[in-house]
Nanobody, 127 residues
């Protein structure tokens, strides 16, 4: 099971940008489909973005399309989430997740497919 640690959270302003990073411990990082989820208190954890093992396929929730970009560096064992044009409703704890093997972009949003999770990083966007 891969160990994940997120970084880069904090306070941002509406219209501004933040960049999250997730570092994985696995020596075979390139065999994992990676994703970002987020959660606010009292609500279910929701999918934000996912990326295939080689990085050629991605998927995003509708509300972040055109604003967020997921990327990965298999040499550095990292997956990043560039968040632009931030909105107050982006405020949440953001979690990095990993799933061994391939996942179709169509189902990257199913959190049941991910067995490894990071501890999360808080993102707060002020208006």
């Amino acid at each position: 099971q891969v160990q994940l640690v997120e970084s880069g959270g904090g306070l941002g302003q509406a219209g501004g940008s933040l960049r999250l990073s997730c570092e994985a411990s696995a020596r075979t990082f390139s065999t994992y489909t990676m994703a970002w989820f987020r959660q606010v208190p009292g609500k279910d954890r929701e999918f934000v973005a996912g990326i295939s093992r080689g990085g050629s396929m991605t998927n995003y929730r509708d509300s972040v399309k055109g604003r967020f970009t997921i990327s990965r560096d298999n040499d550095k064992n990292t997956v990043d989430l560039q968040m632009d044009s931030l909105k107050p409703e982006d405020t949440a704890i953001y979690y990095c997740a990993a799933s061994l093997g391939a996942i179709s972009p169509k189902v990257m949003g199913d959190k049941r497919l991910y067995r490894s999770w990071g501890p999360g990083t808080q993102v707060t966007v002020s208006s």
